[in-house]
Structures are given as C-alpha cells and as structure tokens.
C-alpha cells in the first residue's frame, strides 16, 4: 500500500506521500508548499529543498523553493487594479512600487482527508482566505481554496479546487514557480516545450500585452539545451495540451503538464543556468487586469459567486527504457 507519513520541518509538521519511486513532503502549516521529491531511484532531489537553516529565508520568500502556488502568479503594476468597480491594492513588494507573485505566501492550510491504496495516496488541505485579514485587505473577496496532491508511481498531481464565497465577480489567477534541479549540469539537460509567441516586457519586467516572434525561442519546440542561458522570460503556450519536457542527456528527466488553463510559460534560471530552471506555468499573463486585451488573451479567470473552478497540474519524473 503507497501511504502518508508524518515528518517536521523547523518544527512544522509535514506530510509524506510515499510511492515505490518517489517521496513527496509538503509542508501545509507553512505555505501549503511541496518542498522536497525525492527519487529514491536516482537517490536525487528533483526540486530545490530548504535546508533547516533556510526557515528564515524561507519565511521572507517562499517561492524560492519546491513548488509553490503563486496566487496571483507575476507582477502587478504599483500592485493596483480595478475590476468591476471595485479597487485592489496589493502590498508593492518589489522594485518601481509594484507587486510580485501574489498573496499566497506561509499561510496555514488545514489538512481535511488522507487517502491511501495499493494505486496510490492523497492529501487534500484547505484554505479559507477570510480567515487572513492581510490577504482580505489587499483582495476583498473570500475564497474556499481545496487543493489535493495525489502521488501515483512517479506522478504528482496538483487538484486546486477554488469556490468563490463572495457576493460579486472577482478576478483569479494561478501560477506554480517551480524550481527543478539541474545538479550544476546544465550541459546535461534539455528543455523541450511548445510555444506560440514570445510576451514583450517593458523596463519594469511588466508586459506589453503585445506578443513578438519567438526567435531563439523557437528551438524550445525541438528542445534547447540549457547550457548557457540566463532567462527570465515570458512565453504564449502553444495550443493543445500544454507539457513541459526537462530531458537528460541519459534518457531521464521530468514531464511537467497543465490544463488549458494555464496559457503562459515563464522560464526562470536564476542567473546563467547551473543548479536550478524554474519552469512556471501561469493561468494569467502578469498584470492581466491592467492590460488592454480580454480574458482569452490575458487568461484571467471570472470567478462568480458560489461557483467552483478546478484547475491540473501534473508531475511525471521518467526513466531510461
């Protein structure tokens, strides 16, 4: 039977979702972030851990490890926006005044329902955002927020399930920044993902909403080798389903898949490319509710009232034939 365990990180407590070839620690007091895979196979991190040493770190900026939720994902301008008449003001946290990678930070998800078999096991936790006057003050719209990991063989699969309490229409969007290790080889590995256009960003890293010719970027839909690159860049998905393929030159490496919600790429390396390549898949294009351009482009979701929008990610680490 796969099962989950119990665990602490820095005195939190962590659950372990256990399958022959993987162990899946997420961390649901702090962030609901997955911050460890290991493969027991390969005896190697598939994403960037925190070491116990990193809690403050981490308390600052979660987001620089493992996979967490980005919610809203990317920047805002001066972190304000009006939707239907009702103003948002976001916490400005980066540089020209604006805001970056959302709300969502360390707070503290209930876990709600464990489930194990011989196929598999599960975590669901939940959220309700009402319960932080820090997220209310900035996004005056609760939210139920149920998320599922589900760990079958070498998969992982992220189920957010996101239930709109409120009285009115309100605008979500979704983002994973997730860190994949590249061992300091980055000559080894490849990235293979389609694409349809390349987002132009003005001075402040913020878009355009105007869309440019792929150029280099186009390799990425035969595969790129990750030598060398120093990125942050923002990318259109192609149509169809959406999946990223991070190869080794071995055969090995991870297939990162999303539903057709997510319509944007940002593919991060944190300086020229070594230990990690962040490969975020966002729902809506950074600063969607002050661009020009409508929800298909933008992606930004209309969430209405007492209606629930489930949105998929998945993780499958493969192995040489």
Known sequence: MKQVTKGKWNGYDTYILHSHELEVTVLPRLGNNVIAIWDKIKERHVVR?????????????????????????????????????????????????????????????????????????????????????????QYPAPLRLELTFSLHGTALEHRLRVTHLGDRPAPFGLGFHTWFLLDGEPQNW??????????????????????????????????????????????RAGEGTAAAHLT?????????TVDQAFKHWVLFTKGESDQFLCIEPYTWLSDAPNLPQDDAFTGLIRLIPEETVELNTRIEVVYPE
């Not at 960003?201 to 105007?210: F, H, I, K, R, V």
């Not at 080794?248 to 990162?256: C, F, K, L």
């Open 190 to 235: 490849t990235l293979k993902l389609p694409v349809a256009g390349l987002y132009e960003q003005d001075e402040q890293q913020l878009p355009t909403g105007e869309l440019a010719p792929l150029g280099e970027y186009e390799a990425l839909q035969s595969g790129m080798n990750m030598q060398g690159r120093n990125w942050d860049t923002l990318l």
């Open 248 to 256: 080794r030159n071995d055969g090995y490496g991870v297939i990162y």
């Open 49 to 137: 851990p925190p070491d116990e040493q990193d809690l403050a770190f981490y308390l600052q900026k979660p987001y620089h490890f493992g996979v967490p939720l980005l919610i809203p994902p990317g920047r805002i301008r001066k972190g304000h926006f009006n939707y239907e008449g009702v103003d948002y003001q976001f916490v400005q946290n980066t540089a020209n005044d604006n805001h970056i990678h959302g709300l969502h930070r360390t707070q503290a998800w209930c876990v709600s329902d464990i489930e194990e078999d011989e196929d598999g096991c599960s975590i669901t936790t939940e959220l309700l955002t009402a319960d932080d006057p820090h997220w209310m003050e």
